[in-house]
């Protein structure tokens, strides 16, 4: 801001961080969800916040002899590819209350206040906890939440014969959005749920509030913890990024997919 506009001083912006830099989980091959939101002041123009985040872009993005430092994903914004780089508050609440799919409320989950202004920082987390404590249909939060799964099971279409640590059945996916269906359905009564503390923090409260059994709750924690060490391992060698033979995880896959299958049938 200070290169594009060293007269004006520094705008009330926010970063809103999603998927694994939201939720504390980089790897070494995690690209960053970005969301970019402004708060209205006749001070600025949009332009000036869209010229900000395009060099922010850049910067980021560009190939050097090294390699590019981040890939930068924005879809998460509202209305997506069609939408904005950088959103209206005003836009973004509109959108979360009023229009966003049930999967974009799941995103929320992992969302983060990552930078910004102290007033768009008490806005983010109010407006998140409200939505995450929204009254649904345990049944219908399930539906839309496997048809989500199946859709990116086959759009991914892993192969069989290799396992793909984040989409093939029993792998992070099926733990993460088990976990966003606990989250999504039980705020309203458990508001601990709300806390962005991390997977494995979550499925212990989970377990903690008798909603799964703590022997499923094993064998999730077991498991996401040995796909983030694979999934590490695999990002300082990335011949294969994120899949790995069958006999590096054994039965673990079948047994995460049991208690998937379990609460989502």
């Known amino acids: 801001w200070e290169q594009l506009y060293p007269k004006q001083?520094?705008?009330?912006l926010a970063v809103i961080a999603y998927g694994k830099l939201g939720g504390k989980e980089m790897s070494y091959l995690s690209d960053l969800d970005l969301v970019f939101l402004y708060?209205?002041?006749?001070k600025y123009s949009s332009e000036q916040y869209l010229k900000?985040?395009?060099?922010?872009?850049?910067w980021t993005t560009s190939f050097t002899g090294s390699g590019s430092l981040y890939d930068i994903d924005l879809r998460l914004r509202p209305d997506g590819g069609s939408g904005l780089l950088v959103t209206?508050?005003?836009a973004f609440e509109e959108y979360q209350t009023e229009r966003a799919l049930l999967w974009e409320q799941q995103a929320i989950c992992k969302a983060r206040f990552a930078s910004g202004h102290t007033n768009l920082l008490k806005k983010f987390n109010t407006l998140r906890k409200e939505i995450l404590c929204k009254k649904r249909k345990p049944n219908d939060a399930k539906t839309e939440i496997k048809k989500m799964r199946e859709r990116i099971?086959?759009?991914k279409n892993p192969q069989t014969e290799i396992f793909d640590l984040k989409h093939s059945h029993g792998g992070m996916v099926e733990i993460e959005f088990l976990t966003q269906y606990f989250i999504l359905t039980k705020s309203l009564e458990a508001t601990e749920l709300t806390e962005n503390i991390g997977n494995?923090?979550?499925i212990n409260v989970i377990a903690g509030l008798n909603y799964i059994p703590k022997r499923d709750a094993k064998i999730l924690i077991d498991a996401y913890r040995i796909y983030?060490?694979?999934q590490h391992k695999q990002g300082l060698a990335p011949e294969t990024p994120g899949k790995?033979?069958?006999?590096?995880?054994?039965d673990i896959p079948s047994k995460v997919h049991e208690v998937w299958k379990k609460f989502t049938n």
């Not at 708060?39 to 006749?42: A, Q, R, T």
């Not at 900000?52 to 850049?58: A, G, K, T, V």
């Open 9 to 12: 001083s520094y705008p009330p």
């Open 39 to 42: 708060e209205e002041s006749k």
């Open 52 to 58: 900000l985040i395009q060099r922010f872009n850049s």
């Open 88 to 90: 209206s508050w005003d």
């Open 153 to 155: 099971y086959s759009n």
């Open 200 to 202: 494995i923090a979550l």
């Open 228 to 230: 983030r060490r694979l």
């Open 244 to 250: 790995v033979s069958y006999d590096e995880v054994s």
